[in-house]
């Protein structure tokens, strides 16, 4: 994918500039783990975390609500973990990871398919028995086996405890019964879509905040981007008519950010090879990242 012509004015810098490629100590670190092959469906996502990388040319480094300029702030990026994929992949991420949290305030993580959930948590702690996780997915990610659609229970079974992860947009008709009852009997905060449509979504992050951040307990988000509608992110191939809005995620992420007990957040399920032509999908994704980026700026 070849980098968008856009018009040079020193006076609109672009946000890709803000990223050093050095792998010194900053606040925020980006970093790809294009993980692909374990999918249920056949996925390009491998592709995507290099769009959200042009994406961000699109974009400006000032938050007009926030009143914030990002220039000043300190972001590197870590490049891609190569070939993420299997057990040999999972012991790249591993090393990758490692030394993340000393080094940076916040590591955002754009994948790959939602796979990278359970790789790159696992590897950020060591010990999963007190950290939280918030999802905004339409899918409880609960299957048996070793795929995008079983990081969640892969976690809870390498010892991330149940009441400590909090579900949001959880859709009807994209979980079976049998894994539903699996996410409530393992204890899952689950506040669905139909929920979504009586609450705010800063109201409902706080909620997840204070349940997955309980006693101070550091958190892992992970977005993965079919929790939005279907026309916002054609890119995401399991995204269902009915999902939240772009603008709620991007609400949501900032909200996220902005709390010093978030740790780590993943950006995932986006195939950039199946975006419409306007790349509206890897460009929310783009968005998602300074959104984030402000949250952190924010604390």
Avoid at 24 to 48: C, K, M, W, Y
Avoid at 127 to 140: E, K, M, Q, V
Avoid at 221 to 235: E, G, H, Y
Wanted: hydrophobic share 45%; charged share 20%; proline share 4%.
């Amino acid at each position: 994918m070849s980098p968008p012509e856009l018009p040079d004015d020193p006076k609109w810098v672009r946000a890709n500039t803000l990223f050093s490629t050095s792998d010194g100590r900053a606040d925020f670190a980006l970093i790809g783990v294009p993980a692909h092959e374990s999918s249920i469906s056949q996925s390009n996502a491998h592709l995507t975390p290099a769009a959200i990388r042009l994406a961000l040319a699109r974009y400006s480094t000032f938050s007009t609500s926030a009143t914030m300029d990002l220039i000043g702030n300190t972001f590197v990026d870590l490049g891609d973990v190569e070939n993420p994929d299997g057990i040999k992949g999972f012991a790249r991420v591993k090393a990758a990871a490692h030394g993340l949290l000393d080094a940076h305030k916040l590591v955002v993580v754009l994948g790959g398919d939602n796979s990278i959930t359970y790789s790159v948590a696992s590897a950020l702690w060591s010990d999963l028995s007190n950290i939280g996780l918030i999802t905004f997915d339409a899918h409880h990610d609960v299957r048996d086996g070793q795929s995008n659609g079983s990081p969640i229970w892969q976690l809870i079974q390498t010892g991330l405890p149940g009441k400590n992860i909090v579900q949001i947009g959880i859709a009807d008709f994209a979980n079976s019964a049998q894994y539903s009852a699996r996410a409530k009997d393992n204890g899952i905060t689950v506040i669905s879509r139909a929920e979504l449509r009586m609450r705010s979504i800063a109201d409902v992050v706080k909620s997840a905040l204070d349940i997955a951040g309980a006693d101070g307990r550091e958190i892992y988000v992970d977005l993965d981007v079919d929790v939005c509608d279907r026309s916002v992110v054609p890119a995401c191939p399991a995204a269902m008519p009915g999902g939240i809005s772009a603008d709620e995620l991007r609400q949501a992420t900032f909200l996220l950010a902005c709390d010093k007990r978030v740790r780590a957040i993943d950006i995932t399920e986006i195939d950039a090879n199946l975006d419409s032509p306007d790349q509206r999908t890897v460009r929310l994704a783009a968005l998602l990242v300074l959104e984030a980026a402000t949250g952190l700026a924010s604390r």
